[in-house]
Nanobody
Framework: QVQLVESGGGVVQPGGSLRLSCAAS????????MGWFRQAPGKQRELVAR???????NYTDSVKGRFTISRANAENTIYLHMNSLRPEDSAVYYC?????????WGQGTRVTVSS
């Protein structure tokens, strides 16, 4: 069984920055890809950023140029660096890890962008 634990959410003013972390209980080398999703109240969960095992990345259009996904292999952790945050970025952010046998999800961390 794999556990993903997110941290780093909180309340930030528009234009501010946050860094989300997702720590895996096993080596992240076992995953074909890892990423971040978010879900705002009343909306569907959407992909925010994704990184494959060969470091290919993709982002949803609304965060391009503002968010960056990265990973620290030795720490079994991925990050989401979020800059120039907007109120519409407010959501619960979930870490996801893809494996050929199953997908894994964290419990989520809430981000609120508000003045």
């Amino acid at each position: 069984q794999v556990q993903l634990v997110e941290s780093g959410g909180g309340v930030v003013q528009p234009g501010g920055s946050l860094r989300l972390s997702c720590a895996a209980s096993r080596s992240i080398f076992m995953f074909t890809a890892m990423g971040w999703f978010r879900q705002a109240p009343g909306k569907q969960r959407e992909l925010v950023a994704r990184m494959t095992s060969n470091d290919s990345t993709n982002y949803t259009d609304s965060v391009k140029g503002r968010f960056t996904i990265s990973r620290a292999n030795a720490e079994n952790t991925i990050y989401l660096h979020m800059n120039s945050l907007r109120p519409e970025d407010s959501a619960v952010y979930y870490c996801n890890a893809e494996h050929f046998l199953a997908d894994y999800w964290g419990q989520g961390t809430r981000v609120t962008v508000s003045s």
